[in-house]
């Protein structure tokens, strides 16, 4: 339990973000209009000028099991790398809020004005942002053991975001979801690339 209760404390950053998924996810699951209104709809925010929609879209998801998803890619990929950077750096929580937050707005931005035309397109859900996270801990700490997996052992986390891509791929085939955004996962991912090479110099 005290080991438990100390990891907790080390990630307040992805536990708010988690909290506030969670939050925001069930209303929107409760209200059809709401979700609407807080989704990435690229003609809604250059037409309307509705840039909220940048922010909320990372915490509202189509269904619940995309949620529960993203709740346990958060918990272990956000939590690792928020818990990576506050052992050994002051401040690691905001250096993870920050990886967080440009992987988050470089996904919905390029998407944004990719799609800007199109009144069709919508995207909802956090796994680009975790998606930047997960690209910078493997960076980061290429050799971590990410997790584990029958009869293969410990996956470190070299391996672990092609693992996680391909089972994301597996989930819209299987659930039909087409609000998961491979194109903006991709951007994300980059964003998270970027900004921890700018962060992190030495890494070149």
Known sequence: MPDLIRTLTNIPVTLAIMGLMMVTSIAAFRKRDFYLKMIL?????????????????????????????????????????????????????????????????????????RHRNSYAYSSAGASGSILGC??????????????????????????????????????QWRYANQMMDHELHFFSALGGIIVTLAIFPNLL
Not at 80 to 102: D, H, M, V, W
């Open 41 to 113: 709809h690229p003609n809604s925010i250059i037409k309307r000028k509705e840039y909220y929609r940048l922010a909320t879209s990372d915490f509202v998801h189509n269904d619940p099991m995309h949620l529960v998803i993203n709740e346990v890619m958060a918990f272990f990929i956000c939590g690792q790398l928020e818990g990576f950077l506050n052992a050994r750096r002051n401040y690691g929580s905001l250096i993870f809020l920050l990886i967080y937050l440009l992987s988050h707005f470089s996904g919905v931005l390029l998407v944004t004005w």
């Open 134 to 171: 997960m690209l910078s801990f493997m960076m980061l700490s290429p050799d971590f053991i990410a997790f584990y997996l029958p009869i293969a052992g410990g996956v470190k986390n070299i391996f672990a975001g092609l693992i996680v891509i391909a089972g994301l791929i597996v989930y």
